[in-house]
């Protein structure tokens, strides 16, 4: 374990963060330039809906990463509970903003693209309601970390919230095959290989992970930024107490 | 010109494509604009913090944060017990 604590330093997370950081808001820029390129100009309308299935290359991405972003907050919460590196908690305190916007562009996106098809901007089916409780924990984790000044219960309370709320993640996913719902089921990540052309995978493929990288950017820079703002706020107590 | 229009008008459903493309891009940007002036703001108030007492501050501040706060000089402080 003595190598791994090397990286509950945070003076080491600075440091390795800061040679990582170009290159991944670089990768950034090429997978999301190319695949928004190829969403809208290149990829073909969808045989059955047209051109409004271009929406299907941001929702997509938003949704998966959403769910992707809450599990790596989980991850990171246990981390913290188990072996209290501060690192750890820094991580799913940055991750929680990250998610709850994809959470809410999966939810607007899906919004936009399902009145032309459905005919319904909103419909409180096993999805959707589940994605939506999914938006309300990310809010929820936010408002309670912010609540609790003490740094400790804050992050002890967040990593339980964060934990209880990983449950949510297997009924996302199901909620397509358990319940009757408007919502269609899963075209790539489906047993058999996708069921979706290249022209249109690809787009799809880049900005999926062109919005992992994305994340990742941010989530450094959002680590940075809590590290500089703790010590920040470390410093003005101790001047205030002379 | 006309394929232009005809691209715009996205077999009519600009109303729902653009909007999401705007919203999503939009979100991201601004997200990033916002992480960004807070990074550089607390980075510019620890600065100034630090140059009031630099090491006395330092220390006291990594001795005050051992668990989840984080604190010290960049480097030099090793926070597990």
Same mark, same amino acid.
């Given at each position: /374990? ?53 929406? /299907? ?37 940055? #991750? ?14 899906? #919004? ?62 199901? #909620? ?9 089921? $899963? ?46 706020? #470390? ?8 | /010109? ?12 600009? $109303? ?66």
């Amino acid at each position: /374990m003595a190598g791994l604590h090397r990286f509950a330093n945070p003076g080491t997370f600075v440091r390795i963060s800061a040679k990582v950081l170009p290159w991944l808001a670089g990768l950034t820029a090429i997978l999301i330039g190319v695949g928004l390129y190829q969403a809208l100009l290149v990829a073909p309308p969808e045989a059955y809906q047209g051109n409004v299935a271009r929406i /299907m290359y941001l929702h997509v991405p938003s949704a998966w990463n959403a769910m992707m972003i809450y599990g790596a907050m989980a991850v990171a919460s246990a981390t913290w509970l188990i072996w209290k590196h501060p690192v750890a908690d820094v991580a799913a305190q940055a #991750s929680a903003p990250i998610g709850a916007m994809f959470t809410l562009t999966a939810l607007l996106t899906g #919004s936009l693209w399902g009145k032309p098809t459905w005919g319904t901007f909103w419909v409180w089916d096993a999805r959707i309601t589940s994605v939506t409780i999914m938006l309300f924990i990310y809010f929820g984790y936010i408002a309670l970390r912010a609540a609790i000044e003490d740094g400790e219960r804050s992050a002890k309370a967040g990593a339980i919230l964060a934990l209880v709320g990983s449950v949510n993640l297997p009924i996302i996913h199901y #909620s397509v095959v358990w319940w009757n719902t408007l919502h269609q089921p $899963a075209s790539v990540l489906r047993a058999g290989g996708p069921a979706i052309v290249a022209s249109m995978l690809v787009p799809l493929l880049l900005l999926a992970c062109g919005f992992t990288t994305y994340y990742l950017t941010l989530l450094i820079w959002r680590m940075q930024r809590e590290i500089v703002g703790r010590r920040v706020r #470390s410093l003005r107590v101790l001047q205030a107490q002379g | /010109m006309d394929a232009i229009s005809d691209y715009l008008a996205m077999g009519g459903f600009a $109303a729902y494509v653009w909007p999401a493309y705007v919203i999503t891009v939009g979100a991201m940007v601004g997200m990033i604009v916002v992480t960004l002036r807070d990074l550089r703001r607390d980075r510019k108030a620890l600065a100034e913090l630090e140059a009031q007492n630099p090491m006395r501050n330092a220390r006291r501040a990594a001795r005050a944060t051992q668990t989840t706060g984080i604190a010290g000089p960049e480097g030099d402080d090793r926070i597990d017990p």
